[in-house]
């Protein structure tokens, strides 16, 4: 079983949709959690930490239930800009990827 | 943000020979360094994590002496692809992580190797 899991997508939204991310890890003991954006051969970008109590930034919302060992991150309103693939990212004593989800917004 | 530097951004080799490619943060002290290797379509994978002075921690799979790491100081570590194949060909980022709480970990801009 992989260490972080998330949807293989790709996602082809319209501008303005909504669209959620999934992802779950495999390692209880993990710290910390966020969502990196990666651009096509670019390094990888923090988006957003996530917290147990969930978190908004902007558009952008990301919960975590630790439980259930599943991290989430909504997009409201998406932009042409949101294109990208989104990393779901765990970390215990260094950080582990998920394989990252493709989002394309279309006109 | 702290900001993390690699050099070279991008190398093309011919296959047999070595490469080296550094790893810099430039405004902070990164008692610890990872490098990760990315592949077309797939995420980031963890080659080693290595600690300012001592010997670095390979992930398993990949070959220590393959992928030769230093790290001599708080601000510099560099990889070496040894004998480079084409199958080593890929996208090389390091990371740096501060020594204090919360120890915040930054992304280099990423070196893409082509070993022909």
């Known amino acids: 079983r992989k260490e972080v899991e998330q949807d293989p997508g790709p996602f082809n939204v319209p501008e303005g949709a909504t669209v959620a991310f999934n992802c779950t890890y495999s390692?209880?003991?993990?710290?910390?959690f966020f969502w990196y954006r990666q651009d096509c051969r670019k390094e990888p970008k923090l988006l957003m930490s996530v917290y147990s109590s969930g978190n908004e930034d902007g558009r952008f919302t990301a919960q975590l239930n630790r439980a259930s060992q599943y991290i989430s991150l909504l997009i409201r309103d998406s932009k042409l800009s949101d294109s990208a693939t989104y990393l779901c990212?765990?970390?215990?004593?260094?950080?582990?990827f998920g394989a990252g989800t493709r989002l394309t917004v279309k006109p | 943000g702290a900001v993390v530097s690699q050099h070279p951004s991008w190398v093309i080799c011919k296959s047999g020979t070595s490469v080296k490619i550094e790893c810099r943060s430039l405004d902070f002290q990164a008692t610890t360094m990872f490098w990760y290797r990315q592949f077309p379509k797939q995420s980031l994978m963890l080659m080693a994590t290595?600690?300012?002075?001592?010997?670095?921690?390979?992930e398993q799979g990949v070959e220590k002496d393959k992928f030769l790491i230093n790290h001599a100081s708080l601000t510099l570590s560099t990889l070496t692809v040894t004998s480079a194949h084409p199958e080593d060909s890929s996208f090389y980022i390091c990371?740096?992580?501060?020594?204090?709480?919360?120890?915040?970990?930054?992304f280099g801009p990423g070196t893409r190797l082509t070993v022909t």
């Open positions: 990212v765990v970390r215990t004593n260094d950080m582990r």
């Open positions: 390692n209880s003991a993990s710290q910390s």
């Open positions: 990371s740096a992580r501060t020594g204090q709480v919360p120890y915040e970990q930054y």
């Open positions: 290595s600690n300012e002075g001592s010997k670095a921690t390979y």
